[in-house]
């Protein structure tokens, strides 16, 4: 495999969260973006984390913290394009703040299975996960121009740009995100 860098995706404004800052809210007592780390830092070379509040709390962890280029919250590609452009790697692997139980190969079930493909994104049995993704760098100035035309689907994005889906052989429990309170609850069990 060639050099990578993961960006955790912590960026947004937590809505369905109560406005909490998602990355930082507790899980088994630590912060969600925590158990993301400790899962997706030995799959890659460098990890960066993607935030825009809150940056001294996600710096304290020893990665690079960057926050989206454009204004307003626009969303996880606003995180994905910010990590493009921070990142001196040619492949960089995403994954969302609100998934405390990734598995801890899909960056490399991606890599293998992406064949030609600039982009790929994890596949559950039930759905896509596209915050779950591996993505060249090149995309950096098209997802610039998909952005300012004010676009925000993700999918369509990845799609447009000759990306497919890659099934990850995992539970579906793997994929859980944690997006509201309830959730923090439904999977502290």
Request: net charge negative; hydrophobic share 40%.
């Amino acid at each position: 495999m060639t050099a990578l860098t993961g960006v955790i995706l912590a960026g947004g404004q937590g809505r369905r969260m109560g406005g909490q800052d998602k990355g930082l809210v507790l899980f088994r007592g630590i912060p969600l973006y925590q158990h993301v780390l400790q899962r997706l830092r030995p799959q890659v070379d460098i990890v960066m984390i993607s935030a825009n509040r809150n940056l001294d709390r996600y710096q304290s962890s020893g990665c690079r913290v960057i926050s989206d280029t454009l204004p307003d919250y626009p969303g996880p590609l606003a995180g994905m394009l910010s990590g493009l452009q921070a990142a001196q790697t040619e492949w960089v692997a995403f994954c969302s703040c609100d998934t405390p139980f990734v598995p801890v190969d899909y960056v490399e079930q991606l890599e293998r299975h992406r064949a030609e493909a600039p982009a790929v994104w994890a596949r559950s049995a039930e759905r896509d996960h596209p915050a779950l993704a591996l993505l060249h760098r090149s995309l950096a100035e098209p997802l610039a121009d998909y952005l300012l035309r004010g676009e925000r689907r993700l999918m369509q994005f990845l799609r447009e740009q000759g990306g497919h889906a890659v099934t990850i052989s995992q539970d579906d429990a793997a994929f859980r995100n944690v997006n509201t309170p309830d959730d923090l609850e439904d999977n502290a069990l």
